[in-house]
């Protein structure tokens, strides 16, 4: 696993805790609750051999304006949206959270 090593760069930037879970294939962070800087994580999971970011837990602002789960590629995310719309057409389940 390469997390190590993403927690690593991570924590050159911003100030985080972690806990490896999974013999690293899991790992949980902490990070500062006023800026939770979900950018540069994103960007150092796929720096360092990919991977999802889901937000668990946050403050309300942080959840109404960051993902709660990783950003899908364009042509992913489409096809998420079209089986959402077809199982879920008149949209109670989760509504503006899954798709």
């Known amino acids: 696993s390469q997390a190590h090593h993403m927690v690593m760069a991570l924590r ?6 972690a806990f490896y879970d999974w013999q690293g294939g899991l790992v949980w962070l902490s990070m500062r609750e006023d ?19 889901t937000l668990v837990r946050a403050a309300a602002p942080h959840r109404a304006a ?13 096809l998420s949206a079209r089986l959402k719309a077809e199982f879920d057409p008149k949209q109670i ?3 503006g959270r899954m798709a």
Do not use: S, T, W, Y
Request: aromatic share 2%; hydrophobic share 40%; net charge negative.
């Open 12 to 17: 050159m930037q911003a100030a985080v805790d």
């Open 35 to 53: 800026d939770p800087e979900a950018d540069l994580l994103r960007g150092l999971i796929r720096k360092h051999g990919g991977g999802h970011a």
């Open 66 to 78: 960051l993902p709660v789960f990783e950003p899908q590629p364009p042509h992913l995310a489409a």
């Open 93 to 95: 389940l989760n509504p």
